[in-house]
């Protein structure tokens, strides 16, 4: 299959919360027949278009799917800032899983969207155990998502949570900038763990985290997305990693673990420790680079294709 695009397509799929409905919206690469879907998660405060020279370059082979996850980007709001969180944006990715109806599904997670695939992973799992014997109401295999591979961009079950206090200091705090240029330079200081891009890097990296709002610039999400980080406790951190540690080695795919080595969220040791937990799990190290690997430079994107369209076994 080939593909043309030079700008991805624009859906949306309706989700619901406990509160009531919500709109996220997609973006999509590729031929959308494919029914081979990589699905790419961003960060935090990021969006789907961070993903646009990886979606570019696996256009050909997938049908890319790239979400503003709910409260950033085109996506609406949720009504209840506390409820967002892991288990909702997974509840929203199987929604968003069912509209794709793929055959074979891969996914690719920065930072909060490789939570997002651990927690995504456990549950597929868990289903598929429960439908065992499940007799006329048991998913047919053809109903079944079988997730392929999976790549973890500089996250892992256990977090520094010194880094989570660094970002949770910026995330809610309001900036309204007086120019685009002005947004261009918050982003890549704010950001500066990305690694090193070129000015017109650090524009496509800020085009769609920050919109114009009459002769300003504002951030593109909801900034009560940081009402959960404001409660959460180191003891509330450590309940979370043991729950996302089981999330983790109960993975039964291939696993692409990429870490920037100046990192302040995922340390060395537990990278290393990833690889020791599940057997699934390979690990790339990048120099010059902290949190997180934007995967927009020809090695970084390479790293990530050779991977997902490595056909061996993971050892």
């Not at 900038?177 to 704010?190: G, I, K, N, Q, R």
Request: charged letters at 20%; aromatic letters at 8%; proline letters at 6%.
């Amino acid at each position: 299959m080939t593909s043309l695009n030079k700008e991805p397509r624009l859906d949306f799929v309706a989700c619901a919360s406990p509160a009531g409905l919500h709109r996220i919206a997609y973006w999509e690469w590729g031929d959308p027949d494919n029914d081979n879907v990589l699905l790419c998660v961003h960060g935090l405060t990021r969006t789907g278009r961070d993903f646009d020279l990886l979606a570019q370059a696996l256009s050909n082979n997938y049908r890319v799917v790239c979400p503003d996850v709910v409260g950033r980007g085109l996506s609406d709001w949720l009504a209840v800032p506390m409820q967002y969180g892991v288990p909702q944006y997974v509840a929203d990715m199987i929604t968003l899983i069912a509209r794709l109806n793929p055959r074979r599904l891969d996914w690719v997670g920065t930072s909060m969207g490789g939570l997002i695939g651990m927690g995504l992973a456990s549950a597929l799992e868990t289903s598929l155990a429960l439908k065992t014997d499940r007799g006329p109401y048991s998913l047919k295999p053809s109903q079944r998502v079988p997730l392929g591979r999976m790549v973890l961009n500089d996250v892992g079950p256990a977090l520094n949570f010194e880094g989570l206090d660094r970002i949770a200091r910026y995330v809610g705090e309001p900036v309204i900038l007086p120019s685009f240029d002005a947004a261009v330079d918050y982003v890549s200081t704010m950001s500066a763990g990305f690694g090193p891009h070129d000015r017109a890097g650090w524009e496509d990296l800020t085009r769609h985290v920050f919109v114009p709002q009459g002769d300003q610039w504002v951030k593109h999400y909801d900034l009560k997305i940081a009402v959960p980080f404001a409660e959460l406790t180191r003891e509330q951190a450590d309940k979370s990693e043991a729950i996302l540690w089981r999330f983790y080695q109960s993975i039964r795919v291939p696993m692409l673990i990429i870490r920037g080595e100046e990192s302040d969220l995922l340390s060395a040791e537990n990278a290393q420790a990833m690889l020791e937990r599940n057997p699934m799990a390979r690990l790339v190290n990048l120099p010059g680079v902290g949190h997180a690997p934007s995967l927009r430079s020809a090695e970084q994107i390479e790293q990530v294709r050779s991977f997902l369209l490595d056909q061996s076994s993971v050892q």
